[in-house]
């Protein structure tokens, strides 16, 4: 079993930003975060791949591409997720995620993290 550990988050004014962190207990071939807010269906918001012959590949949901950046670290363990130009719609609990195959939206996520709260006031 795969743990997932995820820090950060909080609370920031409407174009602050805030940054999102989550440690895999194991390497992973895919990592990413999807977020849900009160009252709405959990959505996807970005990805990361890796694997030796195609690298990294990034994807993100239409309503955070341009202000969201995912990337990871080199041990495939850790992913960050740098959130700019925060609005209050991105207001939600985030939830990492990870597991063995696909990308985007359709990945296979096979282990999820405990989410954290990210509040963005206008």
């Known amino acids: 079993q795969v743990q997932l550990v995820e820090s950060g988050g909080g609370l920031v004014q409407a174009g602050g930003s805030l940054s999102v962190s989550c440690t895999a207990s194991i390497p992973t071939f895919i990592m990413g975060w999807f977020r849900q807010a009160p009252g709405k269906e959990r959505e996807f918001v970005a990805s990361?791949?890796?694997?030796?012959?195609?690298?990294?590949?990034?994807s993100y949901a239409d309503s955070v591409k341009g202000r969201f950046t995912i990337s990871r670290d080199n041990t495939r363990k850790t992913a960050y997720l740098q959130m700019n130009s925060l609005k209050p719609e991105d207001t939600a609990v985030y939830y990492c995620?990870?597991?063995?195959?696909?990308?985007?939206?359709?990945?296979?996520?096979?282990?999820w993290g405990q989410g954290t709260q990210v509040t963005v006031s206008s």
């Open positions: 990361i791949t890796w694997n030796y012959w195609t690298g990294s590949q990034t």
């Open positions: 995620v990870a597991g063995s195959a696909g990308s985007g939206e359709s990945g296979r996520y096979d282990w």
